[in-house]
Each structure stands twice: as structure tokens, then as C-alpha cells.
């Protein structure tokens, strides 16, 4: 998955993006509310996180613009406004979540996870597509009465193939949900991954289509 940041804050943002790497998510960072727009059209991104208190445009202003061009990406504000007024307005504006400065970053990684959830339709914790089930919280990955650990690169790479199960995504998509702006891409890296969970999972489990890319099974 990848995820936009807009934060000003140094510590903060710095903390956030290390978690999210951490868990295998690509992340990119802008420090103003100025080009949010044009950068979520530059990229496939999953979930929008952002402050509120932003110097030039505030959060709140940049979340109502997103929504009056028609821009549907979830979004998880952060921020230290804390009242119920100020809770209500971001919802009002559009948000899909509100989680008050300090936070915890599990509580944060476990939003991400819920909003992971309801991006691939599903009820339970789980990303299956009927042969594999993978489970967001523990990158455990079930096929049968078969049960592995995935890598965090491994775990990033099925659940962007999870998440649009049938659609077959191209190396540089794939690419795009692994690394952020400033991780250079390892050469070969969707090859490394894709034989990593075939050798675990079973080769069937990831299907190529030569020249194009690759897919998982609809359910
Ligand atoms: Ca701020």
C-alpha cells in the first residue's frame, strides 16, 4: 500500500514514516497542504494521513478542495484538535478517521489496517481471495493447512495483489507500493519477492502473465 503523509512537524513525521516502513507500506511525505492534489494523481495511493495545523493551507481547507474535485481516497486526519467541534467539522469535510496527537503508532498501523480492510471489501481481519488468506496484524499468510510468516516486503507485495484480486499489476505498480520517494528500488526486487512467497505458499499462488505482470485468483 501507498500512503501520502502531509505533516510539518520534523519528529512526527519522521516517526511515522519509519513505523510505516517498518510494515512494509511505501510512504511519501509532503510538509505543506499546497500540492496534495497534484500528488495523489501522480500516484496509485491508498490512504491519505493528514495534519491539520500546516503552514499556507490548513487541513481542514485542503480536505474540503480534495472532496469538491471528487477525490474518494480515505482519509485519516492527525492531529492535536481536540475538541468535539473540531472532531465533528473533519468529519464533515470528509474525513474517514480522526486520531488525536499523542498517538499511539499501533493504534495508528491498526486504522491503517481497518481502512486496509474495507479497501479490499472485506468483513473480517483477513485479505483472502479463496485460496490464500493473509492477516494484516501478524503477516501470516494461511493456504490450507499450510501457515507462514511472510517477509514485510513479501507481506507488501501480496496484499497489493490481494487488494485487487484478478487485475493483473506491472512491475512498476508493484514497485510503487513497495518503495516511497526517497528508497531507491532494489533491482530485481518483485522477482526476489513473488519467487519468496511462491517458495512458501505454492507457485500457482501468483500467476504471471508474460510481458504484462501478475495477479491472484478472484475469489
Ligand atoms: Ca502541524
Known sequence: MRILLVEDDEMIAQAVMLALRDHAYAVDRLATG????????????QVLLLDLGLPGMDGLEVLKRLRQGGENIPVIILTARDTLEQRLAGFD?????????????????????????????????????GIVSLDPASRVARRGDLEVTLSAREFGLLQALLLKPGKIL???????????????????????LIHGVRRKLGADIIRNVRGVGWCVEKP
Do not use: C, M
Open 170 to 192: 506491472t512491475r512498476h505498480e508493484l514497485e510503487d507500493q513497495l518503495y516511497g520517494w526517497n528508497e531507491e528500488v532494489e533491482s530485481n526486487v518483485v522477482d526476489f
Open 34 to 45: 499546497q500540492n496534495v492534489i497534484n500528488t495523489l494523481r501522480s500516484s496509485d495511493y
Open 93 to 129: 469535510h470528509g474525513a474517514d478517521d480522526y486520531l488525536i496527537k499523542p498517538f499511539y503508532l499501533d493504534e495508528l498501523l491498526a486504522r491503517l489496517r481497518a481502512v486496509a480492510r474495507r479497501l479490499g471489501g472485506q468483513s473480517s481481519g483477513l485479505l483472502e481471495n
